[in-house]
């Protein structure tokens, strides 16, 4: 049996104090095992991205229990080598890489950070990995499509070989010819390196495609958890889920992202 990777207990994630307060988050568990892929799917504001920031590091006022391949974490302090293991790739390829830095140099900031030797050899295999000519180590973020950003972007988070990617709507921001070749790209990659894959999208056809298993938030809290199988299926318990999916299936052109 695989070892679970991410295991959240009784998170709660508030904003604000008083009559202002605003709970984000309302007592969620979740565990996913090594190798899974398992997905967040809710509207905006349902805390989705919320549980993510929680688990990445970068929300830090949560109550409950994280614990990162069967470590607990703090809220206020990360350990270096807890950040290594896990990697983020954001929403917006472009907002993400810094516009005035090479390629090469975006790749070698983690390795600086981490005191991680062999530098030209680990980026010349990144890029190799995620489809990118070498060569592209020494272009600037302007100089590539919104495709080939991401990339990078996703190269940047593997170069640490970590053991998780969270992946907070990765695809959003791209075309859809280009969304199916990113996600055909992480379900590769997750294959090939045995990763497991946290992924927030408000894109029930993504989720679908990528993911084991689907959460489906709605106000701060899981409404219902479903297989992949199930949600293609159509055989789901609440009636939120089956509007999610329902509205999803009329607006996708024929043949992209379908379901396999």
Request: hydrophobic fraction near 40%; proline fraction near 4%.
């Amino acid at each position: 049996m695989n070892r679970q990777m991410i295991e959240v207990s009784g998170l709660n994630v508030s904003f604000g104090q008083g009559r202002k307060i605003n709970r984000v988050v309302r007592g969620v568990d979740l565990a996913i095992a090594q190798g899974e892929c398992f997905g967040l799917v809710g509207e905006s504001g349902c805390g989705k991205s919320t549980i993510l920031g929680a688990i990445a590091g970068r929300v830090k006022q949560w109550q409950g229990s994280i614990r990162i391949a069967g470590e607990e974490v703090s809220p206020e302090r990360r350990k270096l080598d807890q950040l290594r293991r896990q990697q983020i790739v954001f929403q917006d390829p472009f907002g993400s890489l810094h516009p005035r830095h090479t390629i090469g140099t975006v790749l070698s900031e983690p390795l600086d950070i981490h005191g991680i030797p062999d530098r030209d050899a680990r980026i010349d295999t990144v890029l190799d990995q995620v489809g990118l000519p070498r060569r592209f180590r020494f272009r600037y973020p302007h100089q590539l499509s919104g495709g080939q950003r991401q990339r990078v972007a996703i190269a940047r988070a593997l170069i640490l070989d970590p053991q998780i990617l969270l992946l907070d709507e990765p695809t959003s921001a791209l075309d859809v010819s280009i969304q199916a070749e990113i996600l055909n790209l992480l379900k590769d990659l997750r294959t090939e390196r045995g990763l497991t894959y946290l992924l927030v999208s408000h894109d029930m056809a993504v989720v679908t495609y990528l993911c084991d298993r689907i959460a489906v938030m709605q106000k701060g809290r899981f409404v219902e958890v479903a297989s992949r199988d199930a949600m293609i299926r159509g055989e789901l318990q609440h009636p939120y889920t089956r509007q999610l999916r329902d509205g999803s299936l009329g607006y996708r052109p024929t043949g992209t992202l379908a379901a396999e």
